[in-house]
């Protein structure tokens, strides 16, 4: 069955720090893979995007992702983060047409 | 792009209720998904339209719930009889062709509330 899963359900950081939060799908054949955020308050939005063919597509800026096949991961990486980084971080995947969702990693950011 | 417009915000009812909600997406996107999200959880798949046509349909989607897209512009979401598990967040998205291909565009959902 196709499922997307995040292991780290919170993490907290003091600014500057660097992040990484883990993503894993299990999916047959192509697969298109994205990560949302959810500023408190606001909808999801999405913050990167990969499509199998294509370069990864760096949506919100300072924030890329590593897809590495062999691992089936798609990890989101941020190299120093700032308070205003606070949300809720979501993974999905989707070879067709609806996505599939992680649980979602809360990210709190401590000046 | 005056993005993804849901209604209500929050809907509070009695079990055994009937609710609907509203869901407009961005004007030109062509493609229309409902999802539900609860507490602790990645929203999850319910249904989505292509123009006015269902296309896909969860199995979380039982008897109970009906979508409709007339005119392949606003999309409405109804749960008959409500339960205390049809409590969620029920978010609306929208994308403009092959969503597997293009991002989908969210709304600020509707909160549900049994009490």
């Known amino acids: 069955a196709q499922s997307v899963s995040q292991h780290n359900h919170h993490v907290i950081l003091s600014e500057a720090a660097s992040l990484e939060l883990g993503c894993n799908y299990s999916?047959?054949?192509?697969?298109?893979l994205f990560w949302y955020v959810q500023y408190p308050g606001q909808h999801l939005q999405l913050l990167l995007k990969?499509?199998?063919?294509?370069?990864l597509d760096k949506g919100i800026p300072g924030f890329e992702a590593e897809f590495i096949k062999s691992k089936f991961s798609f990890n989101l990486r941020k190299p120093s983060v700032q308070w205003s980084d606070t949300a809720e971080y979501f993974c999905?995947?989707?070879?067709?047409?609806?996505?599939?969702f992680g649980t979602g990693t809360r990210l709190q950011v401590f000046p | 792009d005056t993005g993804v417009s849901q209604d209500p915000r929050h809907k509070i009812t009695k079990r055994g209720q009937n609710v609907t909600f509203r869901c407009d997406p961005i004007s030109e996107h062509n493609r229309l998904y409902w999802y539900r999200q609860t507490l602790g959880q990645g929203p999850e798949f319910l249904t989505y339209?292509?123009?006015?046509?269902?296309?896909?349909k969860s199995r979380l989607l039982s008897d109970r719930f009906s979508a409709e897209r007339p005119k392949g512009s606003f999309s409405t979401l109804e749960i008959q009889r409500t339960e205390q598990g049809d409590s969620a967040m029920y978010l609306c998205?929208?994308?403009?062709?092959?969503?597997?291909?293009?991002?989908?565009?969210f709304g600020d959902g509707t909160r549900l509330s049994i009490l």
């Open positions: 339209f292509q123009n006015e046509a269902q296309l896909e």
């Open positions: 999905a995947g989707s070879n067709t047409d609806k996505l599939i």
């Open positions: 999916y047959g054949g192509t697969v298109n």
């Open positions: 990969y499509f199998s063919r294509d370069p």
């Open positions: 998205a929208s994308s403009l062709g092959t969503g597997g291909e293009q991002p989908q565009h």
